[in-house]
């Protein structure tokens, strides 16, 4: 994600925000509009009955025949009433109604944001704090609650109270306006000095608070090696020095906001009286009026416009007291779009990966599953070719880079035919996993080509591609629900006896049978209740249950011990048989039955081939082997 810096959000924010509303809610949407305007007109005509009730109370008093105008008083009177009725109906239709599509348009656009993260690149999460990335769906959503629920709808009925109210003005008195407008002037500077610098802080304090979150969760996910390195007060000195940013924006945003209402408010108090006395030196000089009436200046005209200075000055300080939270509902609504708006993984394969049977020496594409793949390759000329899938896997003259200006892998060429398995070793940052990435396309070569099949992986759709390979990583990952849940991940579909057949053949079934319920024994936190050599054989098995030609161990079996792994490598050296495997590995002991070792550094292959050709060249791989049984 690109930065765009925290002090504002970026240009036509709310106008999308807006028009996304009006997307998802199309009919409920306008409707809320009516009756904000309709509210907020009717709030601001008072004034208009008022000065019509005490004109007739004046000719009332002159005359000294109050029977003969009660009626229209009491007829204003009515009316009034029932407008207030209606506008409090209003009231009531809007705020309800803005209740269900507030939180409708939120869970809408946690979805949008979900789904779109679905089909980022891996890139993306390499590359973005995953705290961050977590505060987009709590503090920026939250901001955004604020200011569609009740930012958004004050703020809208304020502006067309204001509006409405000046034109009554302008209708009843023009120099009486005039005084108004100057306070207003007067306000504006005031709140764009306060408002902005608590805007800017506000907006500030979103992007600190992001920051502190993702340190916590990375401190909470490292809490084991914080505690063995005993780096405690490092942890901590570095929080404190994030929250004393946060602290800093925080305190600064609220302290200007505070300030703010009590300073629109007095000026309010000013210019109530500055129109008063305005109204008091018009009506005693007997001076001409200026107004679109065309109403003389008298007591009718003075008390409602003295109640209209009042409704116009503190809707001006309600207008000003809801830029804070729309501001930090833009800058979280900036944030929210911008992960909507990063880009998918490119997709542009067409190849995909169907059930397939062999017929006449042919083969041909079926519905059911047989146990047989097969790449479904549509050609130009509107001809389909199926290719069996075997898992050949070649690499022609790679080059590769994280980023354009720096090469991690150097013209690297390597095959694997259907059934072989390869390993790959070298130090830390040799390329080993860069290699297996490639495969998966999680990244895309710089250079070269990738076969698959005989088919060049870019033509492959990735998740038909992803599909027929099975992955077991260094860092087992377990999700929420049983163990059974977590077995079938692999393969949505599996019955139980696939599932329980798959930990059988990964050496899993005799731990998992002794646990509380056995299969289904809940899962949490990542598995935290299991050793971590259980959680990969749970991962084994899952891999295990997809049924894939292609396996991938990146470091299978690092985390678990010496006696563990001598019960899992006769279910792993069943789960190998008959396909194409590639290994990589710091435990040299895992690698020596391959049909194939490479050794990297540098990103480069220097030496290729089984362990006893290897030894006998007594280069790098023999100083590995001979000199220290771990490569780390």
């Not at 306000?187 to 993702?214: C, D, H, I, P, W």
């Not at 089984?610 to 771990?630: P, V």
């Amino acid at each position: 994600m690109k930065n765009k810096g925290p002090n504002r959000a970026k240009k036509g924010t709310l106008g999308r925000l807006i028009k996304t509303l009006f997307e998802f809610y199309p009919v409920k949407m306008p409707i809320v509009l009516f009756c904000i305007i309709f509210s907020a007109v009717v709030s601001s005509i008072p004034a208009i009955f008022m000065q019509n009730v005490i004109a007739i109370v004046e000719t009332s008093w002159k005359s000294g025949d109050w029977d003969a105008v009660s009626g229209k008083v009491f007829y204003y009177v009515g009316l009034l009433l029932v407008f207030y009725i209606l506008s409090i109906l209003s009231a009531v239709t809007y705020t309800q109604m803005m209740a269900g599509i507030t939180q409708g348009f939120l869970k809408k656009l946690r979805v949008k944001m979900f789904n779109g993260m679905q089909d980022l690149p891996v890139r993306y999460f390499d590359t973005h704090n995953h705290g961050d990335i977590m505060s987009y769906y709590t503090n920026d959503i939250d901001t955004l609650r604020q200011m569609v629920s009740q930012s958004i709808p004050q703020l809208l009925i304020s502006s067309i109270t204001v509006l409405t109210v000046f034109s009554i003005m302008l209708y009843f008195s023009v120099w009486m306006t005039i005084v108004v407008v100057c306070g207003v002037i007067l306000m504006f500077f005031v709140t764009k000095k306060v408002g902005g610098n608590s805007a800017k802080y506000f907006v500030r304090q979103q992007v600190a608070l992001g920051k502190v979150e993702g340190f916590v969760e990375e401190i909470m996910n490292g809490q084991k090696v914080v505690q063995v390195f005993c780096h405690e007060r490092e942890s901590e000195a570095d929080f404190d020095r994030l929250n004393e940013e946060l602290f800093h924006d925080a305190e600064n945003a609220n302290k200007f906001a505070n300030i703010l209402m009590p300073v629109l408010g007095n000026i309010g108090n000013i210019l109530y009286v500055a129109v008063a006395l305005t109204g008091g030196i018009l009506l005693l000089s007997k001076a001409p009026n200026l107004s679109i009436s065309g109403m003389a200046i008298g007591i009718s005209i003075v008390v409602p416009f003295l109640n209209m200075t009042k409704q116009f000055a503190g809707n001006i300080s309600q207008v000003s007291n809801q830029v804070n939270s729309v501001v930090m509902g833009l800058a979280g609504a900036d944030r929210i779009f911008t992960l909507i708006d990063e880009e998918p993984e490119v997709d542009e394969g067409y190849v995909t990966l169907v059930n397939a049977r062999e017929k006449d020496g042919e083969i041909i594409e079926c519905e059911e599953h047989t146990g047989l793949w097969a790449w479904k390759h549509p050609h130009q000329d509107g001809t389909v070719t199926y290719t069996k899938l075997t898992g050949d896997v070649r690499m022609f003259d790679v080059d590769f880079g994280y980023v354009p200006e720096k090469t991690v892998l150097h013209n690297i060429t390597l095959y694997a035919e259907p059934g072989q398995k390869v390993a790959f070793v070298g130090s830390t940052g040799a390329g080993k996993t860069t290699i297996t990435n490639l495969i998966n396309r999680f990244y895309d070569i710089a250079d070269g080509k990738i076969r698959y099949d005989g088919i060049n992986i870019n033509k492959i759709k990735k998740a038909d591609l992803r599909r027929s390979l099975g992955v077991i990583l260094q860092e087992t990952n377990l999700f929420t629900g049983t163990v059974m849940d977590n077995i079938r991940y692999g393969k949505l579909d599996a019955t139980e006896e696939e599932c329980i057949a798959a930990a059988k053949l990964a050496g899993a079934h005799d731990f998992i049978t002794r646990l509380p319920e056995g299969y289904h024994t809940p899962l949490t936190e990542n598995g935290a209740s299991l050793s971590q050599g259980q959680r990969q054989l749970i991962a084994i098995a899952r891999a295990a249950v997809a049924d894939p030609p292609v396996m991938i161990m990146d470091e299978a079996t690092s985390s678990i011990d010496t006696r563990t792994e001598a019960i899992v490598q006769r279910g792993m050296d069943a789960l190998m048989e008959g396909r194409t495997v590639f290994v990589i590995a710091h435990r040299l002991s895992t690698v020596r039955n391959s049909d194939v070792i490479m050794v990297l550094e540098h990103g480069n292959i220097i030496e290729r081939g089984d362990h006893e050709t290897l030894i006998a060249q007594k280069g790098k791989y023999y100083q590995l082997y001979t000199g220290a049984f771990e490569l780390e």
